[in-house]
């Protein structure tokens, strides 16, 4: 079974020298996945971000409030 490398469409993804050089390397031992523009959803980092980042929101609205 060949890894597969899901990727969502940042050009630093696929623009880059290094990716593409990497990628020709390996393609036949690699299967890159590409995500439609635009789709947080199905990056799980994304919604971890967006979690802790409104979080430090409020903590950054609570401590201007206190101090």
Same mark, same amino acid.
């Given at each position: 079974? !060949?890894?597969?490398?899901?990727?969502?469409? =940042? +050009?630093?993804?696929y623009?880059?020298?290094?990716?593409?050089?990497?990628?020709?390397?390996?393609?036949?031992? !690699?299967?890159p996945?590409?995500?439609?523009? =635009? +789709?947080?959803?199905?990056?799980?980092?994304?919604?971890?971000?967006?979690?802790?980042?409104?979080?430090?929101?409020?903590?950054?609205?609570?401590l201007?409030?206190?101090?």
């Amino acid at each position: 079974m !060949l890894p597969v490398l899901r990727q969502d469409k =940042a +050009s630093s993804h696929y623009k880059s020298q290094k990716v593409r050089k990497y990628f020709d390397e390996h393609k036949c031992s !690699l299967i890159p996945v590409w995500l439609p523009t =635009a +789709s947080p959803e199905f990056m799980v980092l994304e919604e971890c971000w967006n979690i802790s980042k409104n979080d430090l929101l409020v903590l950054t609205d609570i401590l201007s409030v206190i101090y």
